[in-house]
């Protein structure tokens, strides 16, 4: 990161892991700030470019941070541009190796299109959907094929001139495996040229990417360039973390949580993520004012829970679905409106499992807690406890959480 | 070198340095004389492929070497495919640093290319020209533009996709390149998969070229195969030494025969090369046996000389020039027919200069002799002897040649 980019109204500089080139000068080219002006004055939104692939992505909140990054430039005047990577669908990876470049059939590129843009809200009122697919001048929805099917061999090896093998090999995942004796098909160097060409295509101001894609973007400043076009920014948004709490969000590693499914699967998830990561969660993933929140981590863990899913959902299913996962936990033969209260400020900490729930009156003493968590009937939020000597060192860890022993004897601890 | 390839004739055998892939075997994609059979029962002659570069080329006797044996296929029946590299040439190094591809006007690439056939002998008889242009079926001549021009970026990924960087970068001017830090453009990977591309598009048994070529003709074997196409054969022909002895001959380091050079310009300059190179001469250049040669060095050079102008400019055009040579080393005042003949018998070698000119009567004693040699008087074959000293071990060493003292005293050796 290069800084906090505080000169930036919020909505640009939150959650920002890097913006390029990132210089305070007056030319528009070195300085976002700059080229934002520009556009204020002239009266022309800036174009934002974002590439998808049509390879049947299920959307995942992960995905989410740059479309939401994309959202806040289309609410303040800008142009999303919507890249769909029909052309290199449809081409695939020729020697069948890579499998993230599957070939597809036109059609199978199309439905994929299709459901990619629904998804994002395609057919829907701006206020219900990740993108604004209805204010005017807002959106636009670009195919590549549109000019890559256009090129010839004179284009290409044009295009190809623009850089060399070394700085191809600079790359980290190339460098890799030229280092470990992978082979890289020739192929594979044209990709990140075809996607920086995509930006001399829409005449892009700025590109939205993952950390990973510096490299890509970086190269659609260098074609800019050639082609005598100001060059694009490129602007870096965290990778998130999936809800291992190690892995990069991702369908394959089942980590994650899916923009579409119900209210009470993303809540659930979400309300359970390790502790270290609700933070970057509420910062990539709301709008909320994050030196406004409770010292509490469970409540703060809740209340992301509760803001992502509105995000999504609307606040009336994220309420439902929170009441819902608390009723979860219990079974469904107990209603919510019947847990008790109890508060924890007659336990003293640290504070071991038995005497926790002895004290908090659930069992009639220290031995019986120990028989009865030994003997699995002890749950905290519906998670079995199996360790009678478990410690807990604040109040803080519990309040927020139900305490239960058995079926019937339960309470929400309270401060 | 692999072998002898002695179960070749003679015209095919003669002068290779590699033939690939080389095997016995039955199959015709791997024994190149299952090739030649299979063509002589279908009565089907070999597609035999020449690339030329319509870049301006003056040829020299050096070019020459593959077409000679492009000739020699010719003659046997077959059908020598010249490919003029006008799409190349066309389109040169678009980032400009290449000397070697330079970007040409249309009409220059034209310009040149009828050029290069004319110097190759179009429009002239058979029996006159290096290659064969009026028997019918002997020759196609193709320019890459015809199937280069119409490659879109589809093909061009699938083109690269059948080669790897670690493939390119095993290339020796490529790796010398990379280890070295010189920048390869990414286009320069492209061109040896057009150049392979190019026996696939006319569908070629066998490549001619130079031994710097195996790289290239051998993409195009596995472009073949990748097409469906029986792969071609690689012929590799020596890359000529030039006149100075050391460095190949080209016309930039002005160590080169032209083919278009008057025949007394040919023959002096061919009279002349390094003795050790007057042996690949003879091989490269003409059909002589070469088990059937004089001892004589200085006759040997000089038959290698009358033989290899004979072969462009005719026998007459050859003994003229060979004629006028001499009399140029004596100067315009003398006439060849009144060098008299002088034995060399009586000399004892080894023999110092002084004693040589002393005892073949050109002075009168070996003092003279010393006197004349260093007052600059003395000369061999036109060149000034300046070292009474200088030492001939044996007769072959000077028999054929003139010795000169002054304007009016000269004498050939005989044996």
Redesign the interface.
């Known amino acids: 990161m290069l800084g906090n980019f505080n000169e930036f109204p919020d909505w640009i500089s939150r959650g920002l892991d890097d913006l390029f080139p990132y210089k305070k000068a007056e030319d528009s080219d070195q300085s976002f700030l700059k080229r934002l002006e520009l556009s204020s004055i002239e009266k022309k939104p800036l174009r934002v470019k974002l590439g998808i692939d049509p390879t049947g992505t299920e959307i995942h909140i992960g995905h989410s941070i740059l479309f939401r990054k994309l959202r806040a430039f289309q609410d303040a005047g800008h142009k999303a541009i919507l890249i769909i990577g029909d052309?290199t669908a449809r081409?695939g990876?020729?020697?069948g190796k890579s499998k993230t470049r599957i070939q597809l059939t036109k059609d199978e590129v199309e439905s994929n299109a299709l459901n990619y843009l629904e998804q994002l809200g395609l057919g829907k009122e701006p206020q219900n959907s990740l993108l604004d697919f209805s204010t005017p001048g807002r959106l636009e929805i670009r195919r590549n094929s549109e000019w890559?099917?256009?090129?010839?061999?004179?284009?290409?090896?044009?295009l190809?001139?623009?850089?060399?093998?070394?700085q191809?090999?600079a790359k980290e995942d190339?460098n890799n495996r030229?280092k470990s004796?992978t082979?890289?098909?020739?192929?594979e160097?044209?990709y990140p040229?075809?996607q920086g060409y995509d930006s001399v295509a829409i005449n892009a101001d700025l590109e939205l990417g993952g950390t990973d894609q510096k490299f890509n973007i970086a190269m659609g400043r260098d074609l800019q360039k050639a082609f005598g076009q100001k060059p694009q920014f490129g602007m870096l948004l965290p990778i998130l973390v999936g809800l291992d709490g190690t892995q990069k969000m991702s369908k394959s590693l089942n980590n994650f949580v899916g923009i579409n499914e119900d209210s009470l699967s993303m809540y659930s998830k979400l309300e359970k993520v390790p502790d270290d990561l609700v933070f970057s969660y509420l910062n990539l993933l709301t709008d909320e004012n994050l030196n406004e929140l409770s010292s509490i981590p469970r409540e703060v863990q809740k209340f992301m829970a509760l803001k992502i899913t509105s995000n999504f959902k609307g606040l009336e299913a994220a309420k439902k679905a929170q009441y819902n996962s608390e009723k979860l936990i219990l079974g469904n033969q107990n209603s919510l409106e019947e847990i008790p209260e109890s508060s924890i400020s007659k336990v003293n900490f640290p504070a071991k499992a038995f005497y926790l729930f002895s004290k908090m009156k659930l069992c009639s003493s220290s031995s019986e807690a120990r028989r009865q968590i030994l003997g699995g009937g002890v749950r905290i939020d519906g998670e079995k406890i199996e360790d009678p000597n478990l410690e807990f060192d604040t109040p803080n860890e519990l309040i927020g959480k139900i305490l239960q022993v058995g079926k019937k004897k339960f309470l929400r601890v309270s401060n």
């Open positions: 052309f081409i990876d020729p020697t890559l099917e256009n090129l010839n061999l004179s284009n290409v090896i044009e190809l001139s623009n850089s060399t093998v070394g191809m090999l190339f030229y004796g082979p890289i098909s020739l192929h160097f044209l040229l075809l």
